[in-house]
């Protein structure tokens, strides 16, 4: 039998994107400014960080309390029943989640990030710069997922406001 994992939070997402519902929504996360406040016992290891454009934030869902093996992407009916390792959606067995975000700035134990797509609350469990390692050119995606990025991209307007994404 596996042991259970036991993972310690780095910091906590201080600012993140609003809830379905709250007053304001905008119409991207891209829009938004998010701050991260690290644990102060961490604070000396994000030295050397400013020299990053980008980092991945790996967090918790803490607020999810459901798991499905399968799901509908985006709960678009023409769009095939998949399983859910083959998306980024939330009901996981495992909340983890990770974003790939702009890093505005370091400013204490405070990081200002900008497309980070957790909620204010989030545990963050580790950061991680963002290198040509982690770059794949034109990887390959099923054609549900390259139509929903068109219509996006383009609805959203990605290429100014976030033009670090996409093929």
Sequence with gaps: MLEPICLKPVGFVE?????LGEPYRPESRYEIISTIKILDE???ALEGL???SHIIVIYWMHEEKRYKPKVKPWGIER???VGIFATR???RPNLIALTVAELIAVEGNKLKVRGLDAWT????IDIKPYDYYDIVKNPRIPWWLEERWKELSEKKNYKTIAPWLGP
Aim: glycine share 10%; hydrophobic share 20%; charged share 25%.
């Design 15 to 19: 600012e993140g994107i609003p809830r």
């Design 79 to 81: 769009y095939p029943e």
């Design 42 to 44: 961490y604070v000396e």
């Design 121 to 124: 609350g989030s545990p963050v």
């Design 50 to 52: 400013q020299e990053y």
């Design 89 to 91: 959606f939330p009901p």
